[in-house]
Nanobody, 120 residues
Framework: VQLQASGGGLVQAGGSLRLSCVASGGTFRNYIMGWFRQAPGKVREFVVSISRNGNSAVYADALQGRFTISRDNANYMVFLQMNSLKPEDSAVYYC??????????????WGKGTQVTVSS
C-alpha cells in the first residue's frame, strides 16, 4: 500500500491542524492505520492508531484529549485532528499502515511525512 500524507504547516501555539493521509494500492480496511512523528534529533514516536473498522483507537498518553484520529474506509483515508497545539508538537508526521500477517508477524508501510511547525 502507498501512503500520502498532507495537511501540515505552520501554526501558532494553541491552534489546530488536520492531517490527511490517502492510501492506494491495497485494501484499506485490512490495515490498522496510525500516525507517528519525528522531531529533529529525536526518534520516531507513536502518536495514535485506529482499528480497521474505525471503532477503536489507541493514543499516546500525553496526546489523548488534544488529538483525534478518524478514518474513512470508503475513500481510503485517515485523518488526524490536532487541537491546542504546542511547540513541542512540531515534527514530521508520518502516516502508517499495518497489515497483520499472523500473531507474530506484521508488515508496516510508511508515507513520506508532512511537516508540522508550531510557533510559540
Amino acid at each position: 500500500v502507498q501512503l500520502q500524507a498532507s495537511g501540515g504547516g505552520l501554526v501558532q501555539a494553541g491552534g489546530s491542524l488536520r492531517l490527511s493521509c490517502v492510501a492506494s494500492g491495497g485494501t484499506f480496511r485490512n490495515y490498522i492505520m496510525g500516525w507517528f512523528r519525528q522531531a529533529p534529533g529525536k526518534v520516531r514516536e507513536f502518536v495514535v492508531s485506529i482499528s480497521r473498522n474505525g471503532n477503536s483507537a489507541v493514543y499516546a498518553d500525553a496526546l489523548q484529549g488534544r488529538f483525534t484520529i478518524s478514518r474513512d474506509n470508503a475513500n481510503y483515508m485517515v485523518f488526524l485532528q490536532m487541537n491546542s497545539l504546542k511547540p513541542e508538537d512540531s515534527a514530521v508526521y508520518y502516516c502508517n499502515a499495518v497489515r497483520t500477517l499472523s500473531a507474530q508477524a506484521r508488515m508496516d508501510f510508511w508515507g513520506k511525512g508532512t511537516q508540522v511547525t508550531v510557533s510559540s
